[in-house]
């Protein structure tokens, strides 16, 4: 929902700026918390498939183009820097929903095991990629007598 609502925001202050409305606009950087984990471990993944790892995609992973794009550009700047095999990755993690499984802990053991193999480094590295790269634009709107 957080998405959608900096979406629609920004589209409602370009709206308003149009008409005639003094906008103010402001960023809301998401950068802590469970959210912007799943992210850099959504985004890992996909490098890891830009690096040529076999993986089965977790259910609760983020999946818009946005991350194949954030992982290419991870890709790009760091090569194989951040690659490990895809067996080390998954092996003894909690099942995934479609394997019967939960896809909570799933994601989050995933979580755990990217910073594991990344260490505090690369991790962060990744983390800071994805932070950089998801911004939203928030707005505040003012009508001056119009």
Partial sequence: GHGRGAAYGSTLGNLLSAAGYEVHAEYYVND???????LAASVWLRYLDLCG???KFPANGYKGDYI???A????RENGTAYQHP???GFAD??????DGGDK???IDAIILRAKALL??????AVHQLGTDTSRFQLGTYTNHGQ
């Fill in 104 to 106: 909570e802990a799933h």
């Fill in 93 to 98: 993690i909690v099942p995934d929903a479609p």
């Fill in 119 to 124: 260490g505090e480094q690369g991790y962060r």
């Fill in 32 to 38: 802590a918390g469970r959210q912007m984990d799943i």
């Fill in 68 to 70: 194949w794009d954030i």
């Fill in 53 to 55: 790892e076999e993986i």
């Fill in 72 to 75: 290419a550009t991870l890709h």
């Fill in 86 to 88: 895809a067996t080390a």
